[in-house]
């Protein structure tokens, strides 16, 4: 992994080499109605050097919803630069039944329209036939809909296919955190004794949508959650950033699995063109990342030295403690690392 690179105080920025940048959109460019400090500028610098490009799960709004969104915060943006769960799941889609099929569409207009672009037959209903059920998450979406996608879906595997954009277990709305596709999807799961094939992150396809899309020969992703994010795109073999100003912290990070520890940790997108620090090994195994400095003895997670900044204390943690191979859970970890 490039989180740290060598035996020098600093190494090249986050996106050197990059041809193509891959952003998450809640978390790391907005939250809510509002864009998230330092986003916009940063990503529309970033646009200079590199193709920039928004990826989501959201499977309730089409590219162009979200493009016209991204434009409203000031970023040059266009609804071919937006690549979306339906997008991935109707390329799934086409590599499992006939052109021009009829599919049984559960979701909104951000999935239907998409399905329908592509040249299938969007119906509601398993009494039409339906040669696959394709499913995401849309706020209408109610028990009549998921017992239709139950009734199609019978015969367990056995049964015609079934494609869902995404998994994700919540969804930020407004007033809080609410139910996402995971909990739709795993109602029908719960009816029909079977899985969905998923194209949105973690799972590997929207990557590929949208490594086909740009033709993307370096790219690097940007998400504020370790088990979406960064775990798809670790799965993808795509570098990847894992900016605080979302979702996981720094009580995740330093429990982060081997399958989901980012490539870069940042406080917010200005340092995607700031030299990113390196990491020496220092006296009695100490992880030095700038003037902070952590080991782990034993079982015990030690500060060497706090250091100047918060931030690479964070990141010789997170080094130290994945270098150890010990599960989080056996270690005492100081307050002061994740608070």
Same mark, same amino acid.
């Given at each position: 992994?490039?989180?740290?690179?060598?035996?020098?105080?600093?190494?090249?920025?986050?996106? %050197? /080499?990059?041809?193509? !940048?891959? &952003? #998450?959109?809640?978390?790391? *460019?907005?939250?809510?109605?509002?864009?998230? =400090?330092? @986003?916009?500028?940063?990503?529309?610098?970033?646009?200079?050097?590199?193709?920039?490009?928004?990826?989501?799960?959201?499977?309730?709004?089409?590219?162009?919803?979200?493009?016209?969104?991204?434009?409203?915060?000031?970023?040059?943006?266009?609804?071919?630069?937006?690549?979306?769960?339906?997008?991935?799941?109707?390329?799934?889609?086409?590599?499992?039944?006939?052109?021009?099929?009829?599919?049984?569409?559960?979701?909104? %207009? /951000?999935?239907?329209? !998409?399905? &329908? #672009?592509?040249?299938?037959? *969007?119906?509601?209903?398993?009494?039409?036939? =339906?040669? @696959?059920?394709?499913?995401?998450?849309?706020?209408?979406?109610?028990?009549?809909?998921?017992?239709?996608?139950?009734?199609?879906?019978?015969?367990?595997?056995?049964?015609?296919?079934?494609?869902?954009?995404?998994?994700?277990?919540?969804?930020?709305?407004?007033?809080?955190?609410?139910?996402?596709?995971?909990?739709?999807?795993?109602?029908?799961?719960?009816?029909?004794?079977?899985?969905?094939?998923?194209?949105?992150?973690?799972?590997?396809?929207?990557?590929?949508?949208?490594?086909?899309?740009?033709?993307?020969?370096?790219?690097?992703?940007?998400?504020?959650?370790?088990?979406?994010?960064?775990?798809?795109?670790?799965?993808?073999?795509?570098?990847?950033?894992?900016?605080?100003?979302?979702?996981?912290?720094?009580?995740?990070?330093?429990?982060?699995?081997?399958?989901?520890?980012?490539?870069?940790?940042?406080?917010?997108?200005?340092?995607?063109?700031?030299?990113?620090?390196?990491?020496?090994?220092?006296?009695?195994?100490?992880?030095?990342?700038?003037?902070?400095?952590?080991?782990?003895?034993?079982?015990?997670?030690?500060?060497?030295?706090?250091?100047?900044?918060?931030?690479?204390?964070?990141?010789?943690?997170?080094?130290?403690?994945?270098?150890?191979?010990?599960?989080?859970?056996?270690?005492?970890?100081?307050?002061?690392?994740?608070?």
């Amino acid at each position: 992994m490039a989180l740290f690179r060598a035996r020098n105080s600093a190494g090249p920025t986050p996106l %050197e /080499g990059v041809d193509v !940048v891959l &952003a #998450d959109l809640d978390g790391v *460019v907005y939250k809510g109605h509002e864009a998230i =400090p330092h @986003a916009v500028e940063s990503l529309n610098r970033a646009a200079e050097q590199a193709r920039v490009a928004y990826i989501t799960n959201n499977a309730s709004r089409t590219d162009a919803a979200v493009a016209k969104q991204l434009q409203g915060f000031g970023l040059s943006v266009e609804a071919t630069d937006v690549v979306t769960s339906p997008q991935a799941a109707v390329r799934l889609l086409a590599g499992l039944v006939p052109e021009g099929s009829r599919i049984l569409v559960i979701g909104g %207009e /951000g999935l239907s329209s !998409v399905v &329908a #672009d592509a040249g299938f037959t *969007v119906v509601e209903s398993a009494d039409d036939e =339906p040669a @696959a059920v394709i499913q995401g998450f849309a706020p209408e979406i109610g028990w009549k809909q998921l017992a239709e996608a139950s009734f199609a879906l019978a015969g367990g595997d056995e049964g015609i296919p079934w494609v869902a954009t995404n998994t994700d277990w919540t969804i930020p709305v407004a007033r809080g955190v609410a139910p996402g596709n995971g909990t739709l999807v795993s109602a029908v799961h719960t009816a029909v004794g079977r899985l969905p094939v998923v194209a949105g992150k973690p799972e590997v396809a929207i990557f590929d949508e949208a490594r086909t899309r740009f033709g993307a020969k370096h790219p690097i992703f940007i998400g504020d959650r370790l088990d979406t994010d960064v775990l798809g795109a670790n799965r993808a073999g795509i570098d990847s950033v894992l900016v605080l100003t979302g979702i996981d912290r720094a009580k995740q990070l330093l429990a982060a699995g081997a399958d989901s520890r980012p490539t870069y940790i940042l406080d917010d997108l200005r340092g995607l063109h700031e030299p990113y620090p390196t990491a020496e090994k220092g006296r009695g195994g100490a992880v030095v990342v700038g003037d902070a400095a952590v080991r782990v003895n034993g079982t015990t997670v030690e500060i060497v030295r706090e250091g100047s900044d918060p931030l690479n204390l964070l990141r010789a943690a997170c080094r130290a403690i994945w270098d150890s191979g010990l599960a989080i859970y056996a270690l005492d970890v100081p307050e002061r690392l994740y608070t």
